[in-house]
């Protein structure tokens, strides 16, 4: 073995002695004592520098093998006898971790973003956070995600979820109007539009806002809140796309969120209501509960859809950005009126020079309308919360009356009339006796309301000249033609005798001038 060259075997003792060891650090070094240099040997070496500058190359010398045999044995005797000195302890294992929170902006000097914790956090199992690279709420090797189910009823009754749809009893004679993807048999049809979704194979889809608009809903809420039966689906950006660039979807919805139903459960939910032309229990699913609920075979399910023979069936009354979305601007009340009155509100039309009198006519048609519904709701009369009484309008009260005194002498007429009238005849005895009257009220049947109205001794009724047509003036009656002239002046005659025959109270209405006893009331007569 050459001089200068260790065996392998006492380099790998000398190895693992030193891996057993445990590396000091600096702070617990000794600086060891520099001896001075000899004068030497430092001329020796600089002898040596001299040999090597002048390329000189003295042979070696090469030792004998028995001396290199030799002195391995007593290398290797040296490294097997014990240690006076016991090995030092292992320092305590150190647990590090990262600082909680979002390290500052502007680092003091020294900052470590490492902190030293204790053996029994380090050991302390990592509580679930805010999702790894697996997605929110679990890690690798985590627990599965459970599993779907909806809650299908008011009683707390479970369905599991399988191929986008509740798992429900299934209907033998239900099953073979439609097929698992959701395909009609028998030349049915959709009233709404149905689609397939990119990863989800052949099964049909509709956009849950058609099939909820097509059956009375005004939007998908209510829809999937009232038929807990349906599952609703999120689409994700890469089905959005794709349905975006079949024109399923307008590119204006690339940022909404979009749900869709199977059109399998949709069908299965209402049966004939979806279908183009339905009829009860031919075109329901569940033939029985419909059977149940008194539905009639062969009636129509839904009688003001509009069917046109020799037409295709317009399927896009129910997309919003075709139209059916005008539902949320419509005028009309969610909830009725309870005094019955219709609600008016003003359209905003920009009138101009072509549509003005277009505009004028609908505003008083409108307006005359309104004041008509107004006029037959009050005929009913009008509940007055003060004096607990129904209160009619004016025109519908009698406002000109006369009162008739039955005379004792007159027993016989009143026997004669009593045969054509309701009243019976009134006795000698009762007429001597008792004041009996009756009192007229008529009103003024072909004549206008005006007419029945006398309110000439009325001081605050200012427009009582001009009531009847006696109020018309002798200058337009010369303007009309003979033929109404004539007409004129017969309602005229006609008015001026109804009104003659009621004459004034104190003639008609047995009313009298009170009687003032001197002796009774001391004050003079003239005052």
Known sequence: MPAGRRSGRAAAKRAAAALESTPRGFADVEDEAMPDADATEMSEIANRDDEKDEDHEEPQEEPEDDDNEEAVPEEEAKEEEPSDKEPTPPPPPVFRRKRLGR???????????????????????????????????????????????????????????????????????????????????????????TFTVLGRGNRLYMLSTEPARCVGFRDSYLFFTKHRKLYKIIVDDDEKRDMIERDIIPHSYKGRSIGIVTARSVFREFGARIIVGGKRVIDDYDVAGAKANGAVEGELADPNDRIIPGEPYNKNQYVAWHGASAVYHTNVPSVPDPTGKPEYRKRRVNVNDTNWMLEHAREASTFNAGINAIRKLNNTGVYDIHTNVMQYPAYMQPTLARIEQISPDEEEATAAAAASSRFPAVPYKVARNFLVADMYMDSPVGLQAAAGRDRSSDPAAFLSAYDGLGAVSDEIKSLLPPECRVAFDGAMEKEAAWKKQWGTETEQGARRMPIIDKAIVPYSMAS
Do not use: H
Request: aromatic share 4%; net charge negative.
């Open 103 to 193: 390290p500052p902006k502007n680092k003091p000097p020294g900052w470590d973003n490492m902190i030293e914790i204790t053996e029994e956090e380090a050991n302390m199992p990592r509580r679930r956070g805010r999702g790894g690279w697996r997605g929110r709420g679990g890690r690798k090797g985590g627990a599965p995600p459970p599993k779907a189910e909806q809650v299908i009823d008011a009683e707390g009754t479970i369905a599991e979820i399988a191929n986008d749809e509740c798992v429900l009893a299934e209907d033998p004679e239900g099953e073979t109007k439609v097929d698992k993807l959701g395909n009609l048999q028998g030349d049915r049809d959709y009233r709404c539009r």
